[in-house]
């Protein structure tokens, strides 16, 4: 048998446009796929000005167009939107379900991956050491604000085998969305490396909306079609977790072995050893046959056991930060950039401001790709300063942009123009810190609670 899964959003802010291009090509799982880390802290923002917030708010929109397909029984939603908050995105789920007159669907939620009731019992059984610098949790800079860990698929299984016709979850690892359907239809064993390597890699592709259709190409990026009618991708699983990558036929775009390629290298950072919380999947050992027709065939993908533990992403404030961008136009524009900025820092510290960390990026010289871009020798046409500053509280913050103002015409000569958000209120910062947690101490505590409309 056959499944066909599809990824119908990509990031918090997607656009469900695409959904029903998917939708009507036909397919048995619509997963959207709706986080990263920088959602989280977005979604931290939204619930600490309201309690009831913390899950993706665009979740309505997609419903709005997916639920009537769900309701006659052609495809079923998974998706993590439910962020730090998944029970709150539940209540609005069933809210839109009721608002356009639909009953009787099974709307789950799973829970658990949050653990902040308990964090401080998990701190004294696991280091939470920071995964990059190697820091020890009693260095951590709290108080923290949300506590993540990123699960797997096997609860999103769970809610399927009980009937749901919808699962929301909170922070389950990207790929688990599209993994957990085909472990439910096909059967798989927990312990099939192999083929949970072969559906892992099957949402890696999937999971980042357009570029398995063409989006982001790096390679004759000019002959994707329709480029202003890009698809979202499908995937066509076998039961030994063989899969075609496809598009809905009516539609731009473009699937074909550079798009598949562009998107299987996509954060990750050894493809021999792609860490996920079901398998560790080798994605050099996966064989990628073009067969033309927007059709790619996956297949041969090698997996080995899971780790033991689950990737944690824990939170906290780390000030609050302003931003101005001012352009300088040729001759010299990247000095008279260079030079504004060290004009404004020092007038920052002669009005006495404390600020504890700047960012200077000069855009059209450096800032994207380094220095290092040739040619080095030639002169920019114009430049682009971006000057930002982090400080311990927003009225400092704000009175640090204010001695920007004056070199309006107090700055070296020649085209200094304000753009941007230079004016915009100070911006609270949050700051992330990745860690590892055993499963032992997570899977107690996940619960999946299935509600019918």
């Avoid at 050992?285 to 065939?297: K, P």
């Avoid at 004009?343 to 700047?358: H, M, N, P, S």
């Amino acid at each position: 048998m056959t499944i066909r899964v599809a990824g119908g959003q990509g990031f918090y802010g997607d656009t469900p446009k695409s959904v029903q291009g998917l939708l009507d090509d036909g397919v048995d799982y619509l997963c959207l796929e709706a986080l990263a880390e920088l959602t989280l802290a977005i979604l931290q923002k939204d619930r600490q000005k309201d309690e009831a917030f913390g899950y993706t708010r665009d979740l309505p929109a997609y419903l709005v167009v997916a639920l009537p397909a769900v309701a006659a029984g052609r495809t079923k939603v998974i998706t993590n939107a439910g962020g730090i908050n998944p029970t709150a995105a539940a209540r609005a789920a069933v809210g839109t379900a009721r608002a356009m007159g639909i009953t009787g669907l099974r709307i789950a939620t799973v829970t658990g991956d949050d653990l902040m009731p308990r964090l401080d019992a998990i701190a004294t059984d696991t280091a939470l050491a920071h995964l990059e610098s190697g820091a020890p949790y009693t260095e951590f800079p709290g108080p923290p604000l949300f506590a993540s860990a990123y699960l797997g698929a096997r609860p999103i299984v769970d809610a399927l085998a009980q009937g749901a016709d919808v699962v929301i979850t909170g922070r389950v690892a990207d790929a688990a969305l599209f993994l957990a359907p085909l472990m439910h239809e096909h059967g798989w064993e927990w312990d099939d490396w192999d083929r949970i390597a072969a559906g892992t890699l099957v949402g890696h592709l999937l999971e980042c909306s357009g570029q398995s259709a063409g989006g982001n190409l790096s390679r004759e990026w000019w002959n994707v079609p329709h480029p202003w009618d890009l698809p979202y991708p499908i995937a066509e699983v076998e039961p030994d977790g063989t899969a075609i990558i496809t598009k809905p036929r009516v539609s731009g775009g473009r699937v074909s072995f550079d798009t598949v390629r562009h998107q299987l290298l996509y954060e990750v950072h050894d493809p021999a050893a792609y860490a996920s919380p079901d398998v560790v999947a080798d994605f050099t050992s996966a064989t990628c046959n073009d067969l033309g027709g927007d059709r790619v065939r996956i297949s041969d993908v090698r997996g080995l056991p899971a780790t033991p533990t689950y990737k944690v992403l824990l939170c906290h404030s780390a000030g609050w930060s302003g931003e101005a961008r001012v352009a300088f136009s040729w001759p010299e524009a990247p000095e008279k950039a260079k030079a504004t900025a060290a004009i404004f820092a020092k007038r920052v510290e002669q009005a006495g401001l404390a600020v504890d960390e700047w960012c200077v990026e000069l855009w059209g010289v450096d800032a994207l790709g380094g220095p290092t871009v040739p040619p080095r020798d030639a002169e920019p046409p114009e430049c682009v300063a971006r000057i930002a500053w982090r400080c311990a509280d927003p009225q400092t913050a704000g009175l640090v942009a204010r001695e920007m103002v004056p070199l309006s015409l107090s700055a070296p000569p020649a085209g200094m123009t304000g753009m941007g958000r230079g004016a915009a209120r100070p911006t609270e910062l949050l700051s992330l810190w990745p860690t590892l947690v055993e499963k032992a101490l997570v899977d107690p505590h996940v619960a999946v609670t299935v509600e019918v409309t």
